[in-house]
T-cell receptor, first 113, second 115 residues
Framework: EPEVTQTPSHQVTQMGQEVILRCVPI?????FYWYRQILGQKVEFLVS????????KSEIFDDQFSVERPDGSNFTLKIRSTKLEDSAMYFC???????????FGQGTRLTVV | GEDVEQSLFLSVREGDSSVINCTYT??????LYWYKQEPGAGLQLLTY?????DMKQDQRLTVLLNKKDKHLSLRIADTQTGDSAIYFC???????????????FGKGTKLSVKP
C-alpha cells in the first residue's frame, strides 16, 4: 500500500492549460516532496514543502509551478500554463521520521498535447 | 554538482545473484538509497545506507559501499522473476552547503530475470 495516494493516475491536457496534480497522505505528515521523471531521463527534484511552506525548490520549479496544501490534507502541484516539455511522470513523496527516508506515491503521468 | 550514475541494463537467470552498481560524486556525508520501480508503479524504497557504513543486509538484499571509490552496489540473492524491475540508486547529501532533503537519482538499471 503506497504511503501517499496520487490522483489522477493519468492526465492528458492541451498545451497552455492549467493542471493540478493531487497527493493525499495516508498518515498526518508535514514534510512532502514533488519529483518528476521525463521519459527516459532521471527522476528530478522539484520542490519540498514543510509545514505549509516551500522549504526548497530546484531550478525546474519556476513561476509556472506552485504547491499548496489548501485543506490541510491534500497536497497539490499546479502547473499554470502547460508546455509540451512538462510531459512527465510526477511523483509525490512524504518524508519518514527524521527525514531520512522518502516514501513515494504511484505517480501521475501527465501528457501535454 | 552531485551526480549519480548507473548502468542501464542487467540480465540474469532465475536463482542467480544480481549485482546492480552505482557511482556517486558527492564528497560530503550522504545517505544512499535503492528504490525499485515495477511497471506502472511508483518508487518503492528497498533500503538505504549512511556513508559511514560499509555494508547493510536485509534478507535477500545486500548493500555494499566503497567510500574511497564512491561506489555503491545492491546484491539480490536468489533472484526471482518478481524482482524484474527498474532499480534506482539515489543519494541525499547532508551538510557541506549542498541541498538537503532532496534526493539525487541515477537513471535506473533495468533488471530482467530470465526463467
Amino acid at each position: 500500500e503506497p504511503e501517499v495516494t496520487q490522483t489522477p493516475s493519468h492526465q492528458v491536457t492541451q498545451m497552455g492549460q492549467e493542471v493540478i496534480l493531487r497527493c493525499v497522505p495516508i498518515s498526518n505528515h508535514l514534510y512532502f516532496y514533488w519529483y518528476r521523471q521525463i521519459l527516459g531521463q532521471k527522476v528530478e527534484f522539484l520542490v519540498s514543502f514543510y509545514n505549509n511552506e516551500i522549504s526548497e525548490k530546484s531550478e525546474i520549479f519556476d513561476d509556472q509551478f506552485s504547491v499548496e496544501r489548501p485543506d490541510g490534507s491534500n497536497f497539490t502541484l499546479k502547473i499554470r500554463s502547460t508546455k509540451l516539455e512538462d510531459s512527465a511522470m510526477y511523483f509525490c513523496a512524504r518524508a519518514g521520521q527524521g527525514r531520512t527516508e522518502a516514501f513515494f506515491g504511484q505517480g501521475t503521468r501527465l501528457t501535454v498535447v | 554538482g552531485e551526480d549519480v550514475e548507473q548502468s542501464l541494463f542487467l540480465s540474469v537467470r532465475e536463482g542467480d545473484s544480481s549485482v546492480i552498481n552505482c557511482t556517486y560524486t558527492d564528497s560530503s556525508s550522504t545517505y544512499l538509497y535503492w528504490y525499485k520501480q515495477e511497471p506502472g508503479a511508483g518508487l518503492q524504497l528497498l533500503t538505504y545506507i549512511f556513508s559511514n557504513m560499509d555494508m547493510k543486509q536485509d534478507q535477500r538484499l545486500t548493500v555494499l559501499l566503497n567510500k574511497k571509490d564512491k561506489h555503491l552496489s545492491l546484491r539480490i540473492a536468489d533472484t526471482q522473476t518478481g524482482d524484474s524491475a527498474i532499480y534506482f540508486c539515489a543519494e541525499r547529501p547532508i551538510g557541506g552547503g549542498g541541498s538537503q532533503g532532496n534526493l539525487i537519482f541515477g537513471k535506473g538499471t533495468k533488471l530482467s530475470v530470465k526463467p
